[in-house]
């Protein structure tokens, strides 16, 4: 047997038409096999409601057929002799002929409609499984695409030194106020090099300083990549709460999105 049973199996076993080994077989499998008690319970359910559904009327010429052959072997079984006999045989071996193949027609029809509905239930319950994986799933980079960080690094995005720079908390409104004079009076170059001295920021860098722009209400002028107190630092220069000024924050460690810590921050001219 396969690794699953296959729905149609399923079906016949719901309806009783597998041989004795078969059926020990299929209930064995589906007693250890999650996925196909889901396909069970699924055919399961639309034979419940086949089941609620009121069956349409028998054809006039089907229900007079079955009137016409009912009397035929009442009247054969009316006889006696071995002309009755032989009638009798006859008419059974046609009647198990025919009990047997419209038992089979009931298992293809009881097959099709309960296997067409449950593939159906099934095919639904399997596309919320997957929806539901993708969604608890990590998303894959779409390397066609840009992402929120990587929108920053465009012309519109602050500037990035690394001047190795180690600002000092006795010293921090003066080099400060340097740095604010290093403020491009201009855009950046249409195409700035992301990560370079002068360039557009690398990505995590730029998402942090987006995270800052966001929070703060204001526009990043310029950020610097230096140290703070013999300690790594990036130092962000804000557009100031009010006209010609600058705000200088020193944010610790590597700037990287989601970052709220903020060691100092000074308030510079901006000439």
């Not at 998402?207 to 703070?228: F, K, M, N, P, Q």
Request: proline residues 6%; negative net charge.
């Amino acid at each position: 047997m396969n690794d699953h049973v296959e729905a149609e199996v399923i079906a016949e076993l719901a309806e009783g038409l597998l041989d004795a080994e078969t059926t020990a077989e299929v209930t064995a499998h589906l007693h250890d096999c999650a996925e196909c008690q889901e396909v069970a319970a699924a055919l399961a359910g639309v034979s419940r409601t086949l089941a609620a559904t009121p069956a349409p009327a028998l054809p006039t010429h089907v229900a007079e057929g079955i009137d016409t052959r009912l009397a035929q072997e009442a009247a054969v079984r009316g006889r006696t002799g071995p002309e009755a006999a032989a009638a009798t045989e006859v008419t059974s071996l046609a009647s198990a002929r025919r009990l047997r193949w419209s038992r089979a027609l009931a298992a293809a029809a009881a097959a099709v409609v309960l296997v067409g509905g449950g593939f159906a239930v099934v095919r639904d319950m399997l596309q919320q499984r997957q929806h539901g994986s993708a969604a608890s799933a990590p998303l894959a980079r779409d390397d066609g695409g840009a992402g929120e960080s990587e929108k920053l690094t465009t012309r519109d995005a602050a500037p990035t030194l690394r001047t190795g720079t180690d600002y000092t908390s006795a010293g921090l409104r003066a080099q400060a106020a340097a740095l604010v004079h290093r403020v491009p009076s201009a855009a950046p170059s249409p195409e700035p090099q992301i990560g370079t001295e002068g360039g557009a920021p690398a990505p995590e860098l730029a998402g942090c300083l987006a995270d800052i722009a966001e929070r703060s209400g204001r526009r990043v002028l310029l950020a610097d990549e230096a140290r703070y107190e013999g300690s790594p630092a990036t130092l962000v220069v804000l557009s100031g709460a009010t006209a010609g000024t600058a705000e200088v924050l020193v944010v610790p460690g590597d700037c990287a999105p989601g970052d709220d810590a903020v060691a100092r921050r000074v308030t510079v001219p901006r000439d």
